[in-house]
C-alpha cells in the first residue's frame, strides 16, 4: 500500500516527516519506502559522523544536526537510600566489551571511528519553533537519555503532533521519575494520546553463562532477561471519541501516514482499521478500496484475494485461522 500511495505521488505536496534523535549510521532504512516524498532531521552528538552523513546523503530533505537533544529543566532527582535493579552492568555485552577493550560508541556508532561529541544541547521544542514543521514520527535511542528528550518535546506531542513514536526504554534501574524506565516513559506518552502498540524487547544474558549474541558485535543476545526495549506507540485513533478526548482532529493526508507508518512496522490490521473508520474522510484522497486490497494478506489456504473476500472467508471459517503448529 505504502509503495502505491508513493508511486501516485499522494505525498509529494505533503512529505512524511521524520525525526530521529540518535541517528548515527543514518535514519533507518524502513524510512526509504516514502523515497523522495519524506523529509528528516537526525540529531546525534557525534560531530565526525554527522559530516559524514550529511556528506554522503542522497535526499536534499533529509538532513544531520550534530547536537544532544535533551530538556533544560529536566533535573535528576537524588537516589540515596533507592535500590538500583539495573542488571545491565552484569550482562554478558558488558563483559565482552570489557575483554575486547573497546570503546562501543567509537568502534560501532560513529563509522568515522573519531568519537568527538559535541557538548551543544538542543530541546526539540525549542529546534521546532525555530524551524517549523509538522513531524510525523520521533524515534530516540540515547542510551538511557531517552526520557530526558521527550520531556524537552512536550509541545511538538501535543495536539495533533506526529501519528508515531518509538522510544527505547529499560526495565531496571533507580526508582525515580526522572529515569529512562518503561514505567516512567509509557504514562507521559499515554497523556500525550499515544497507545501503545509493539515491543521489542533486547535480551542480555548474564557474564556468568554467556549466550549467542543476535548480531556480529556485542550487544543483545538470543537468550537472557529482558534488559530494555524499543516501544513502539502511535495515535489509537479509533478509539471511540480520540479525537474529542484529545481534541484534535486529524487530517486525512495525517491518517494516510499513519497507515503508512503501521504497514512499515508489520500492523496491517491497525492500518485497515484507520482506512475503515476514516473512508469517507479519505476518500476524496485515495481508493480505500483498493489501499484495503494491498494490506490483504493472503488466505490461510495460500490464495490471494480481494480484502472483502478475505473478510467473508473469516467469518465463514474462523476455525482455518487456527494455528496448525
Not at 63 to 69: E, F, G, L, Q, S
Not at 237 to 251: H, N
Request: hydrophobic share 35%; charged share 25%; proline share 6%.
Amino acid at each position: 500500500m505504502t509503495r502505491h500511495l508513493v508511486e501516485r505521488g499522494v505525498f509529494r505536496d505533503d512529505p512524511f516527516s521524520l525525526v530521529d534523535v540518535g541517528c548515527s549510521g543514518g535514519i533507518p532504512e524502513q524510512w526509504r519506502h516514502f523515497e523522495d516524498q519524506i523529509q528528516a532531521v537526525g540529531f546525534d552528538p557525534l560531530i565526525r559522523e554527522i559530516e559524514r552523513l550529511n556528506a554522503s546523503k542522497m535526499n536534499p530533505s533529509v538532513r544531520y544536526v550534530a547536537a544532544r537533544v535533551g530538556c533544560r529543566a529536566f533535573q535528576r532527582g537524588p537516589k540515596a537510600g533507592l535500590f538500583n535493579t539495573d542488571s545491565f552492568p552484569r550482562c554478558t555485552t558488558v563483559r565482552a566489551v570489557e575483554l575486547m577493550r573497546i570503546d562501543y560508541a567509537n568502534t560501532y556508532f560513529d563509522q568515522t571511528h573519531d568519537g568527538a561529541q559535541t557538548p551543544e544541547m538542543v530541546e526539540l521544542d525549542e529546534f521546532f519553533r525555530e524551524h517549523p514543521c509538522d513531524v510525523d514520527f520521533l524515534k530516540t535511542d540515547v542510551d538511557g537519555f531517552d526520557i530526558e528528550a521527550l520531556a524537552g518535546a512536550r509541545e511538538l506531542l501535543s495536539g495533533a503532533g506526529p501519528i508515531g513514536v518509538q522510544v527505547e526504554t529499560q526495565f531496571g534501574g533507580w526508582p525515580t521519575s526522572d529515569a529512562n524506565l518503561f514505567s516512567n516513559v509509557d504514562p507521559y506518552l499515554r497523556g500525550l494520546g499515544y497507545s501503545l502498540f509493539a515491543m521489542d524487547p533486547k535480551l542480555h544474558s548474564k557474564a556468568a553463562l554467556p549466550k549467542m549474541f543476535r548480531w556480529s558485535q556485542p550487544a543483545d543476545t538470543h537468550e537472557g532477561q529482558s534488559c530494555w526495549s524499543d516501544s513502539l506507540y502511535f495515535r489509537d485513533v479509533c478509539l471511540p471519541g480520540y479525537e474529542d478526548y484529545f481534541r484534535v482532529r486529524i487530517a486525512a493526508h495525517k491518517l494516510l501516514k499513519l497507515c503508512c507508518a503501521f504497514e512499515i512496522h508489520g500492523l496491517e490490521d491497525c492500518a485497515a482499521e484507520v482506512l475503515l473508520q476514516f473512508r469517507r474522510r479519505l476518500e476524496g484522497v485515495v481508493d480505500v478500496d483498493r489501499c484495503l486490497d494491498l494490506l490483504t494478506p493472503p488466505l490461510p489456504d495460500g490464495r490471494q484475494v480481494p480484502y472483502r473476500e478475505y473478510i467473508d472467508f473469516f467469518e465463514k471459517n474462523v476455525t482455518a485461522f487456527y494455528s496448525r503448529r
